[in-house]
């Protein structure tokens, strides 16, 4: 009994362990055999190939990475398009590297992420290409995207085919569409690729297939979408028998509808630019509108407040960098703030005394302006300050395909709005805003009433300030912040203020934006230098006609 | 004041016509003696003594004096209009370096193959941007009686035409000065682009003679300090002639009650326009003769800064007195050139400090300043003798 026991223990134990082993055999056998695993390998393989490769092997390399429809395969490709890719000479390992304080590199493996060590500048190389193979690096890269999960990545693909689009596309960009409609159904990127098939569809032999892409690229606004059809203008008027006339008289309807909608857009955005631009005047002249229209003071200075606000955006985002987006929000009170009190302090150490002395006040508040300059010149140094933009603001909205405008406009036109805005309901249904009104129309009266007429007077100053330093923070997003950033805009300003009319907040609005729109429409026409100087003359010549202004205050008060 | 009158009255006869104009004001009489020296003493030393001679004055320092004469002679013309009219253009720059840009154009002609290119017909700038012929306006500057009356006339043809509109549609005070000022920027744009055709950003330079005259020799040289000081000499006696008569008092009641002077019948507008002319010109040439000294123009000549600083040597001189605006232009020209080299950190700080101070304190300016001391009344005259008393006590007690 015992001994068949034992011996059945023993088979038993024996035809485990051999099981076992079975299992860990075959499992190993479906490891190697396995699809995705050799893909990652010949993948792998080919990536260590890459540094000793010639120009035609790096060529046949792409083609099998591509082949292999591996995940990190446009990884790869856009890291050796942009040149982020190197291997280390020695080990001819594919790498990333990153600087470190020491001049040395750090170096991690592309393949597996790992660190590899510390490296010498010359010990590393770029993986070269040519010219050749950087295009074909971004047809292999378009064509992984086209098929890629994420729609923005489908997006660009589609649109940089259409950039290149030639007959060798023709079967990407129809198993592309046919992906799309089984897949995304996104109507844009269906346009898209449906124009570029258009477009190689121009080039064919068939009439029947050449009339029916004429037709589709109707109102179609893409810039390659004219071209393609210039282009097949002048080549059918050349080869004249092959083409029928039917076709060219539709080409050209075609082109010139296109034209014509090319040309509103081009007038559209223009307008939306000087808008933009006319937001800028509005914001930079507005507080001057009020330290020059209410008060009558000429602040000469009031461009170096716009560039104290520009400064303090500068030096907020120095102070929490990893709050880029925030810290715009955060530099609007702070730049109204620091604007703003040097204002008071300005009025009350230097313009109070001069009252009723408006050429001396120019004089004095350009000295004013000449040491703010100095002032940030020697704290900052005289070379322009970098600012960044945070994302929200960046990037462009599509109108049509023809037309993009920028956000950072957009959001500036809001935003100027909203200061006049907020202005308004300040100087209106405020009880500051209603003693300031009411020393402009009368100071000895509203001095009699029990108005501090002389902190009024230091308010109103620090707001036109403060607003100028909002300007400033506004302009940092457009333009360089250097000490010089004031000076450019002051005369334009008073430009602005003179020819709305002196304190009327909306002759203001009136006079920035009608500057704006007809500098920029003027642009294209004469070139900006000579655009702007036809506005100043213009202006020169206005004010001979109302010397006071488009919207004039009436009465007494303007004799003064 | 009757007896100081009859001496003027018996006076007059040997004094000839140019001096009478000088009677009576003491700070003139002083000016133009000091410049007739300077305009003789200089030149001379220049040129009579070896570079070792302690009495040697250095052509460098020569032509830097010329230099500070012209710009005397530009507060001169905006003292004119500023302290006489109430006028305060901030285009006095433009119509400096439009003088200047017709002297540069006499000068870049006189080049003729000398250039980098050799081209006997087209300055350097022009062959450099391939143009075929010389432009239209370019004609006759090679004559320098030609550039010498557009000196006068260009200017003087901007300001009648912009004074014209401006006073006619009564464009008054701060107004003026924002629309003078609208303008010298606009000039500025212009003269920047290359298509202008005076050079763009360049400007006009590599000067090498005038009238057959070498203009980097010494005695060129002398000869153009002498002309800029004889040029000051006569626009001080020329304003002088202007403020002292019946004119010049009409435009001092602009200046002080423009609406009773025009109820009063004056064409208050023909008055303006006039000094404004006059004063552009004197500008013009102030412009002309700072060229061949400094050998360049360029459109930053006309930068609106400019202008302000121009208003402020008047200002710290002592604006209505004419001889104010001389001693203001050379005092802060001084200033700056010594400042500018020795701290150039401060020397902005020093400006804008300048023209705040000075309008808080100085509303005199310097010779107003001497005046109120000498006279024992003022603000700045109490100052100075209780100052003078601390530092007296201070010296007694030791």
Not at chain 1, 144 to 157: C, P, Y
Not at chain 1, 291 to 312: D, K, P, R, S, W
Not at chain 1, 442 to 457: F, Q, Y
Request: glycine share 10%; with cysteine.
């Amino acid at each position: 009994m015992s001994i068949i026991r034992t011996l059945l223990i023993c088979v038993l134990t024996l035809s485990s362990v051999m099981a076992l082993s079975a299992e860990t055999i075959s499992q190993q056998v479906i490891a190697t055999s396995a699809e995705p695993k050799k893909a990652t390998d010949s993948f792998q393989s080919s990536v260590n190939k890459f540094p000793s490769a010639s120009y035609v092997e790096k060529q046949q390399l792409i083609d099998i990475i591509r082949a292999s429809k591996n995940e990190r395969a446009l990884e790869l490709f856009n890291g050796i398009l942009s040149g982020d890719i190197f291997y280390v000479k020695k080990t001819n390992e594919v790498v990333y590297r990153a600087p470190t304080e020491d001049r040395k590199f750090l170096v991690t493996s592309f393949s597996n992420g790992k660190e590899v060590g510390l490296f010498k500048k010359r010990k590393l190389k770029k993986i070269g290409i040519n010219n050749s193979l950087r295009g074909n690096l971004k047809n292999a890269i378009a064509e992984l995207q086209l098929f890629s999960e994420i729609l923005e990545d489908r997006e660009l693909a589609a649109l940089s085919i259409l950039k290149t689009a030639s007959s060798d596309h023709q079967t990407l960009i129809n198993s592309a569409l046919k992906f799309e409609q089984s897949n995304g159904e996104d109507e844009y990127i269906i346009e898209v690729l449906t124009t570029s098939k258009s477009l190689i569809d121009l080039k064919s032999e068939d009439p029947v297939v050449r009339l029916q892409a004429i037709k589709y690229l109707d109102k179609s606004l893409y810039v390659e979408t004219r071209n393609g059809l210039s282009g097949f203008i002048d080549h059918a008027l050349i080869n004249f028998d092959d083409y029928n006339q039917a076709e060219i008289t539709l080409a050209k309807t075609t082109l010139d509808d296109i034209n014509q909608l090319m040309k509103i857009n081009a007038v559209i955005e223009n307008i939306y630019f000087g808008v933009a631009l006319g937001a800028v005047l509005l914001l930079a002249a507005i507080g001057l509108a009020i330290t020059f229209g209410v008060m009558g003071v000429i602040n000469m200075a009031h461009g170096e407040m716009i560039m104290l606000g520009a400064y303090t955006t500068f030096v907020i985002q120095q102070l929490m960098p990893n709050h880029i987006g925030l810290s715009l929000v955060v530099a609007v009170p702070a730049a109204f703030l620091v604007s703003g009190t040097v204002g008071v302090l300005v009025e009350r150490s230097v313009i109070r005394h001069l009252y009723g002395r408006p050429l001396e006040t120019l004089l004095a508040t350009f000295g004013v302006s000449l040491i703010l300059q100095q002032a940030v010149r020697s704290i900052f140094g005289p070379l322009n300050q970098d600012v960044v933009t945070p994302d929200w603001m960046a990037g462009t909205f599509t109108v049509n395909a023809g037309l993009e405008l920028t956000f950072n406009r957009l959001y500036i036109i809001i935003f100027s709005l909203m200061v006049l805005v907020g202005l308004a309901l300040v100087l209106k249904k405020t009880l500051f805003g209603l003693q300031m009104r009411a020393v402009t129309m009368n100071r000895p009266m509203a001095s009699s009433m029990g108005i501090k007429t002389g902190w009024v007077d230091a308010l109103t100053f620090g707001l036109g300030s403060g607003i100028a330093g909002i300007a400033g923070v506004a302009l940092s997003q457009l333009t360089n912040v250097g000490p010089n950033l004031g000076q450019a805009y002051i005369i334009d300003s008073f430009m602005v203020v003179v020819f709305g009319g002196v304190g009327n907040l909306w002759g203001t609005l009136v006079g920035a934006m009608s500057l704006g729109i007809a500098n920029k429409i003027m642009e294209p026409m004469a070139g900006a230098v000579l655009a702007k100087i036809i506005v100043l003359v213009a202006i020169i010549l206005f004010i001979q006609k109302r010397p006071r202004g488009l919207f004039a205050l009436k009465g007494r008060a303007v004799e003064g | 004041m009757k007896n100081n009158q009859t001496i003027n009255e018996s006076n007059k006869l040997k004094l000839g016509p140019m001096a009478t104009l000088l009677v009576g004001d003491k700070g003139g009489q002083r000016l133009v003696m000091a410049l007739v020296a300077i305009a003789i003493i200089f030149p001379f030393c220049n040129l009579m003594f070896p570079e070792d001679s302690i009495f040697h004055v250095s052509t460098y320092a020569l032509t830097l004096t010329g230099k500070y004469l012209c710009y005397a002679l530009l507060a001169l013309s905006v003292d004119l209009i500023w302290g006489y009219c109430g006028i305060m253009s901030l285009g006095h720059g433009a119509f400096f370096a439009l003088g200047g840009y017709a002297m540069g154009m006499y000068l870049m002609r006189q080049i003729g193959e000398r250039g980098v290119y050799g081209n006997p017909d087209l300055p350097d700038f022009m062959v450099f941007l391939s143009w075929e012929n010389l432009p239209w306006y370019w004609f006759g500057f090679d004559q320098f009686w030609f550039a010498m009356v557009m000196v006068l006339l260009i200017p003087g043809t901007l300001a009648f035409v912009f004074g014209w509109l401006a006073f006619r549609s009564r464009v008054t005070g701060v107004y003026f000065s924002i629309i003078t000022q609208a303008l010298t920027y606009a000039l500025m744009l212009a003269f920047f682009r290359n298509d202008m055709g005076f050079g763009g950003n360049n400007g006009l330079t590599d000067f090498k003679d005038i009238l057959g005259y070498d203009l980097q020799s010494a005695e060129t040289r002398s000869v153009l300090f002498f002309a800029s000081a004889m040029a000051l000499i006569f626009g001080y006696l020329i304003s002088r002639f202007i403020t002292k008569s019946k004119l010049g008092r009409v435009l001092v009641s602009i200046r002080d009650a423009e609406m009773r002077t025009r109820f009063l019948g004056y064409k208050v507008e023909y008055y303006k326009l006039f000094i404004f002319i006059v004063s552009a010109m004197l500008a013009g040439i102030a412009g002309a003769l700072y060229v061949p000294q400094v050998g360049i123009i360029n459109p930053g000549e006309f930068t609106p800064i400019n202008s302000i600083e121009i208003i402020i040597w008047v200002a710290i001189g002592g604006r209505g007195t004419l001889f104010g605006a001389v001693i203001g232009a050379i005092a802060v020209n001084y200033a700056k050139t010594y400042f500018t080299g020795a701290f150039a950190e401060l020397w902005l700080f020093m400006l804008g400090g300048l023209f705040v101070l000075s309008t808080l304190y100085l509303p005199k300016g310097i010779v107003g300043a001497v005046k109120s001391i000498k006279e024992g009344n003022g603000k700045i005259s109490r100052l100075y003798f209780f100052l003078k008393e601390k530092i007296a006590s201070i010296k007694g007690g030791a």
